[in-house]
């Protein structure tokens, strides 16, 4: 079983731009699809984007399509959150996930059983 340590928040301007780490421990990362989800305070957990096992398929949330752009380098059993044009409803504590990958989808949460304990990312205007 995999564990995941996110690295990479912190606080930014509007506009701006911050790249989220995930690292990984433990054997077959390569077998995982790995997705980053956020909570604001008071809200729900969601959504922000995902990877298939290879990297060669993508999802994301409407509400960053175009801004945020996932990756992962399995060699180094990490996957990246690259987020530009930041705005103030990005603020939100981000959470690194993973799940056995199976094809069978992506944007789930109930999907993803592995979580890191997350970083805070701040946009302020």
């Known amino acids: 079983q995999l564990q995941l340590v996110e690295s990479g928040g912190g606080l930014v301007q509007a506009g701006g731009s911050l790249r989220l780490s995930c690292a990984a421990s433990g054997r077959s990362f390569s077998s995982y699809a790995m997705a980053w989800f956020r909570q604001a305070p008071g809200k729900e957990r969601d959504f922000v984007a995902a990877?298939?096992?290879?990297?060669?398929?993508?999802f994301y949330a409407d509400s960053v399509k175009g801004r945020f752009m996932i990756s992962r380098d399995n060699a180094k059993k990490t996957v990246y959150l690259q987020m530009n044009s930041l705005k103030v409803e990005d603020t939100a504590v981000y959470y690194c996930?993973?799940?056995?990958?199976?094809?069978?989808?992506?944007?789930?949460?109930?999907?993803?059983?592995?979580w890191g304990q997350g970083t805070q990312v701040t946009v302020s205007s």
């Open positions: 990877s298939s096992w290879s990297g060669g398929s993508t």
């Open positions: 996930a993973a799940h056995l990958d199976y094809g069978l989808g992506y944007d789930r949460l109930g999907q993803y059983d592995i």
